[in-house]
């Protein structure tokens, strides 16, 4: 036996021991609980693994939504990890701060205003006053910082709005309940520096001003004033700091999205962090050997060409010394097809390489296309939306679209060619009346060497390599082609690139 089937011995041992220890517990349990309680045991699971099934499809639910609402860049979400952490920190200091230090300070101020409103509240008891009670007054103001007052009437005003923050409201009335006990009345938001304290006492209303900085603890904003200044300050730092973490990220994908449409990539170097010099040193590898072995490509293709058009000259050549002769123009147009099915061939496993992207005039492109396409004889039409200058390569889109056009020319009279360039996309798309392409078959016709027998005309000579060399230099160019129905009643044949 060898290991594994060691192992798997061993696992099914364990699972057989396992197995044989549940059936002991359940009969165990069968035999000891009564009935109604295993019964309720089992209602009791099945509601609790109905609440896990609900809790998970909640859990799928609310994670869909939040993914729906999380940013999609790299950028921004570096910046959410770094903010997030630092949002919840300060909350949490801020949270400890206004809970502890801020209201135990509070506490602390309000208990000492009131103990000195009670010790004169005492004095004015105990010790006889004169009517003005200057003695008192002079004590409040010069000993204690507030400022007394006795009012004629007997009755307290109604009480009036509270603040937002109402730490100091609840503060006084809690020591003054304590410490006082008489009915009383505060005012905290009608003077911003001062806080009024009436209280009723025996015959009279004494009323109290105190300095709210006296009774509140007033350096709370200054905390936060400073807390939310330094998280500023060290965001600003860290945008800064991933603006350039994250740039030589893009031009890494700005320069493989340019390689993949078959643009050159200039002045693009490894930069950044290690990582992102590694995968920068990795694509230009990449992009190295594949640009040798196109050109190894290139020149095997040039020489298997030379040969074969020095072998298709020398049959010319021995076919015009011989003379004329029915079978030798039979023969002569046979080497001119072969010649040009030869072109064809080269051309697609060449595939246009070595041509840079440059800027196109597409508006005339299209129409030089229609001037074609009217000299054999057919209808065409042109129309073209957005700005014409469009980055290609030249001859090779020419290439793409000319097939296009050529074959629905050969199905067809009419022919209707609209090009339209936003920001992003150029489309092309060609129109023909011709006898079209089934729609099961749409694909099929891009692949190399395909004819249709059914849906297309077969008079006409061809090698089945123009839909394919077409989509290969569409897709060279970061786009594609798609095949659907004409409104003309034909075919649609619709290029898309990115511009």
Same mark, same amino acid.
């Given at each position: 036996m060898t290991s594994i089937d060691n192992g798997i011995a061993v696992l099914r041992s364990a699972a057989s021991r396992l197995h044989d220890l549940h059936e002991r517990i359940l009969g165990w349990y069968q035999r000891h609980l009564?009935?109604?309680?295993?019964?309720? %045991? @089992?209602?009791?699971?099945?509601?609790?693994?109905?609440?896990?099934?609900?809790?998970?499809?909640?859990?799928?639910?609310?994670?869909?939504? !939040?993914?729906?609402?999380?940013?999609?860049?790299?950028?921004? =979400?570096? !910046?959410? %990890?770094?903010?997030?952490?630092?949002?919840?920190?300060?909350?949490v200091v801020a949270f400890v701060f206004m809970e502890r230090h801020w209201n135990l300070v509070t506490q602390r101020l309000s208990a000492g205003v009131v103990q000195d409103i009670a010790a004169l509240i005492d004095i004015y008891k105990d010790y006889p006053q004169t009517a003005d009670r200057a003695v008192l007054r002079r004590i409040a103001q010069e000993r204690l910082d507030l400022i007394v007052d006795f009012l004629s009437e007997n009755e307290l005003p109604p009480p009036g709005p509270k603040p937002f923050f109402s730490l100091l409201d609840q503060s006084l009335s809690e020591e003054i309940g304590k410490q006082i006990g008489r009915p009383f009345w505060i005012d905290t938001v009608g003077r911003s520096a001062l806080v009024e304290i009436r209280i009723k006492l025996d015959g009279a209303v004494m009323r109290v001003f105190a300095r709210r900085s006296a009774a509140y603890a007033s350096n709370s904003e200054i905390f936060l004033m400073w807390m939310v200044g330094t998280s500023l300050v060290l965001l600003s730092v860290a945008i800064a700091f991933l603006r350039n973490q994250i740039r030589p990220i893009l031009r890494l994908a700005d320069a493989a999205e340019s390689f993949g449409k078959g643009r050159e990539v200039p002045d693009f170097r490894p930069r950044g962090a290690r990582e992102v010099r590694r995968a920068a040193a990795a694509f230009i590898e990449m992009k190295s050997?594949?640009?040798?072995?196109?050109?190894?490509?290139?020149?095997?293709?040039?020489?298997?060409?030379?040969?074969?058009?020095? %072998?298709?000259?020398?049959?010319?050549?021995?076919?015009?010394? %011989?003379?004329?002769?029915?079978?030798?123009?039979?023969?002569?147009?046979?080497? #001119?097809?072969?010649?040009?099915?030869?072109?064809?061939?080269?051309?697609?496993?060449?595939? #246009?390489?070595?041509?840079?992207? @440059?800027?196109?005039?597409?508006?005339?492109?299209?129409?030089?296309?229609?001037? #074609?396409?009217?000299?054999?004889?057919?209808?065409?039409?042109v129309v073209f939306h957005g700005p014409?200058?469009?980055?290609?390569?030249?001859?090779?889109?020419?290439?793409?679209?000319?097939?296009?056009?050529?074959? *629905?020319?050969?199905?067809?009279? *009419?022919?209707?060619?609209?090009?339209?360039?936003?920001? =992003?996309?150029?489309?092309?798309?060609? #129109?023909?009346?011709?006898?079209?392409?089934?729609?099961?078959l749409r694909e099929e016709v891009f692949k190399p060497f395909m004819r249709l027998d059914d849906a297309r005309?077969?008079?006409?000579?061809?090698?089945?390599?123009?839909?394919?060399? *077409?989509?290969?230099?569409?897709?060279?160019?970061?786009?594609?082609i798609t095949l659907g129905d004409s409104p003309l009643g034909g075919l649609r044949a619709a290029v898309r690139v990115p511009v």
């Amino acid at each position: 036996m060898t290991s594994i089937d060691n192992g798997i011995a061993v696992l099914r041992s364990a699972a057989s021991r396992l197995h044989d220890l549940h059936e002991r517990i359940l009969g165990w349990y069968q035999r000891h609980l009564p009935q109604s309680l295993l019964a309720a %045991i @089992a209602v009791a699971a099945k509601l609790v693994g109905s609440l896990a099934v609900r809790l998970y499809a909640l859990y799928d639910r609310l994670s869909v939504r !939040l993914k729906e609402f999380m940013p999609k860049g790299l950028y921004a =979400r570096a !910046l959410l %990890i770094i903010i997030a952490p630092m949002v919840l920190l300060q909350s949490v200091v801020a949270f400890v701060f206004m809970e502890r230090h801020w209201n135990l300070v509070t506490q602390r101020l309000s208990a000492g205003v009131v103990q000195d409103i009670a010790a004169l509240i005492d004095i004015y008891k105990d010790y006889p006053q004169t009517a003005d009670r200057a003695v008192l007054r002079r004590i409040a103001q010069e000993r204690l910082d507030l400022i007394v007052d006795f009012l004629s009437e007997n009755e307290l005003p109604p009480p009036g709005p509270k603040p937002f923050f109402s730490l100091l409201d609840q503060s006084l009335s809690e020591e003054i309940g304590k410490q006082i006990g008489r009915p009383f009345w505060i005012d905290t938001v009608g003077r911003s520096a001062l806080v009024e304290i009436r209280i009723k006492l025996d015959g009279a209303v004494m009323r109290v001003f105190a300095r709210r900085s006296a009774a509140y603890a007033s350096n709370s904003e200054i905390f936060l004033m400073w807390m939310v200044g330094t998280s500023l300050v060290l965001l600003s730092v860290a945008i800064a700091f991933l603006r350039n973490q994250i740039r030589p990220i893009l031009r890494l994908a700005d320069a493989a999205e340019s390689f993949g449409k078959g643009r050159e990539v200039p002045d693009f170097r490894p930069r950044g962090a290690r990582e992102v010099r590694r995968a920068a040193a990795a694509f230009i590898e990449m992009k190295s050997r594949i640009e040798r072995a196109m050109e190894q490509r290139t020149a095997m293709l040039a020489g298997v060409s030379h040969d074969l058009r020095t %072998i298709l000259t020398r049959f010319k050549l021995e076919l015009a010394l %011989i003379g004329e002769s029915p079978e030798i123009e039979a023969m002569k147009k046979d080497v #001119d097809e072969m010649a040009r099915m030869l072109e064809a061939y080269l051309a697609f496993a060449r595939g #246009d390489t070595g041509e840079q992207s @440059a800027p196109t005039d597409m508006a005339a492109f299209l129409e030089q296309l229609k001037s #074609d396409v009217e000299r054999d004889g057919h209808r065409a039409s042109v129309v073209f939306h957005g700005p014409p200058i469009v980055r290609v390569r030249p001859a090779a889109f020419k290439r793409c679209l000319g097939n296009l056009v050529s074959n *629905a020319a050969r199905h067809a009279a *009419a022919v209707a060619i609209t090009g339209h360039r936003d920001h =992003r996309w150029l489309t092309v798309t060609v #129109d023909d009346d011709g006898p079209g392409i089934p729609s099961h078959l749409r694909e099929e016709v891009f692949k190399p060497f395909m004819r249709l027998d059914d849906a297309r005309n077969q008079d006409c000579g061809g090698t089945g390599l123009g839909l394919a060399i *077409a989509r290969d230099i569409a897709r060279s160019h970061g786009g594609d082609i798609t095949l659907g129905d004409s409104p003309l009643g034909g075919l649609r044949a619709a290029v898309r690139v990115p511009v």
